[in-house]
């Protein structure tokens, strides 16, 4: 089993930044961890994944050149960093791992492991 605690989000307008951290119980590496987001009415969405082996990375369309995920092995942790921030991105922001490969990463139903979740809105 592995416990995941998200951290970092809140309340900020338009074109701000946020850094969202994730740690988790275990040790992280060679591991597919990931962050999605999900809006009231929505579909859980895939945001972000890394495979922690070889922090090769994966981003959906909406956010290539705004968020930016990456993992501390050392500490366990996990980041997305947020910039450029849209009304849009506005929704409850979870972390996720699988043990292995990053397979289909952000599908929600390749994960094992979820945060509890943090929410991010943003306002126009």
């Known amino acids: 089993q592995v416990q995941l605690v998200e951290s970092g989000g809140g309340s900020v307008q338009a074109g701000g930044s946020l850094r969202l951290s994730c740690a988790a119980s275990?040790?992280?590496?060679?591991?597919?961890m990931a962050w999605f987001r999900q809006a009231p009415g929505k579909e859980r969405e895939g945001v972000a994944a890394?495979?922690?082996?070889?922090?090769?990375?994966y981003y959906t369309d909406s956010v290539k050149g705004r968020f930016t995920i990456s993992q501390n092995n050392a500490k366990n942790t996990l980041s997305l960093q947020m910039n450029s921030l849209k009304p849009e991105d506005t929704a409850m922001y979870y972390c996720?791992?699988?043990?292995?490969?990053?397979?289909?990463?952000?599908?929600?139903?390749?994960?094992?492991?979820w945060g509890q979740g943090t929410q991010v809105t943003v306002s126009s």
């Open positions: 996720a791992a699988v043990y292995g490969a990053c397979w289909s990463p952000l599908v929600p139903d390749r994960y094992d492991f």
């Open positions: 890394i495979y922690t082996g070889d922090s090769t990375t």
């Open positions: 275990r040790y992280t590496y060679a591991r597919c």
